[in-house]
């Protein structure tokens, strides 16, 4: 029983087109996040949520959107695709660094063509 | 702002060796957690080790071990008996205290363990 996952776990599509990525957890935790990994993997937060409340939005282009129809999912979907959104999707959750820590997904490769 | 500094972008190391892996982080805060990940060609995050900055104590888990330097707010991966398995980019990461903090982490080193 996978703890969170992701789908699809590969995307490729082409400039323009809009796209989304589903996440879901059965941990109970309250907050989920978005990661994106860049090509030289680098891991950086894209949004956080708790209980279906944004908390976290850094600096992110507003083609991306974060939807939370409950706190067992949170999905990410994307308008007008480019080249530079090319990388690796990651969802996670947490009930705070000091019960459970972070479980990650197993990520989505999104390709940009 | 807190950033994690990794300096090491990629070591090798051989099969039963130990290696360590360097990792400083800077922040104003007091009450915070300290992260090992592990990525290995699957993609998948593995959590490591976690330690949290109010204990002294090192944490241990298995052949995984840190040694945390409050003070110099440092924050290194030993890696006991190393296989061949171990082979993967480690992330060292930071959090805050606190429901909906985010994990801020280091630019990754790449292990790879050598038969």
């Known amino acids: 029983d996978t703890a969170v996952s992701q789908t699809p776990k590969y995307l490729v599509t082409q400039m323009g087109n809009d796209k989304s990525i589903k996440c879901e957890q059965n941990l109970g935790h309250d907050t989920m996040y978005w990661y994106k990994q860049d090509s030289k993997k680098f891991l950086k937060i894209m949004f956080s949520y708790n209980n279906k409340e944004l908390i976290i939005n850094e600096t992110v282009p507003n083609r991306f959107s974060p939807k939370s129809p409950d706190k067992a999912h949170l999905n990410l979907h994307i308008n007008s695709l480019e080249l530079g959104d090319s990388a690796v999707y990651f969802c996670?959750?947490?009930?705070?660094?000091?019960?459970?820590?972070?479980?990650f997904g197993s990520g989505t490769r999104l390709t940009v063509v | 702002a807190q950033t994690v500094t990794q300096s090491q972008p990629e070591m090798s190391v051989q099969e039963a060796e130990t290696v360590t892996l360097s990792c400083t982080y800077d922040t104003s805060e007091s009450n915070y957690y300290l992260f090992w990940y592990k990525q290995p060609p699957s993609r998948q995050m593995i959590l490591v080790i976690r330690q949290e900055a109010y204990k002294q104590q090192n944490a241990t888990e298995n052949r995984f071990s840190v040694n945390f330097q409050k003070a110099a707010k440092s924050f290194s991966l030993k890696i006991s008996d190393s296989q061949l398995g171990d082979t993967a980019m480690y992330f060292c990461a930071f959090s805050t205290q606190g429901g909906s903090e985010k994990l801020v982490f280091g630019k990754g080193t790449k292990l790879t363990v050598n038969p």
């Open positions: 996670a959750s947490s009930q705070g660094p000091d019960r459970h820590g972070y479980t």
